[in-house]
């Protein structure tokens, strides 16, 4: 079965953290690429962050310094620390895998329900 599930997210306040967690199946978690999209009420879904299966990562600019993807192998499990929060963070995040780190929407095969952040000033 192919599965990513994601948790953690929530309302919080400007200047707040928050952790995401995303959870794949094997058949995902060994081969590819973890990703975070996020789209806000009305906007495009955009890039967050990604990672590979050796730990290395990429950001969005606008969230560079502030948020960090991280993955346990262990617990086939990925995390995007989001620290500094502000409210135009606020979006549904969704969990994503695909062979390679790309940008696009549709480099990405696999999808998670999404999870909503809320951001209040």
């Known amino acids: 079965q192919v599965q990513l599930v994601e948790s953690g997210g929530g309302l919080v306040q400007a200047g707040d953290s928050l952790r995401l967690s995303c959870t794949a199946s094997?058949?995902?978690?060994?081969?590819?690429?973890i990703a975070w999209f996020r789209q806000a009420l009305g906007d495009k879904r955009e890039f967050v962050a990604a990672?590979?299966?050796?730990?290395?990562?990429t950001y969005a600019d606008a969230v560079k310094d502030r948020f960090t993807i991280s993955r346990d192998n262990a617990k086939n499990t990925v995390y995007l620390q989001m620290n500094s929060l502000k409210p135009e963070d606020t979006a549904i995040y969704s969990c994503?895998?695909?062979?390679?780190?790309?940008?696009?929407?549709?480099?990405?095969?696999?999808w998670g329900q999404g999870t909503q952040v809320t951001v209040s000033s």
């Open positions: 094997e058949r995902i978690w060994s081969r590819n690429v």
């Open positions: 990672i590979t299966f050796s730990g290395d990562s």
């Open positions: 994503v895998s695909g062979p390679l780190v790309r940008f696009a929407t549709w480099e990405y095969p696999y």
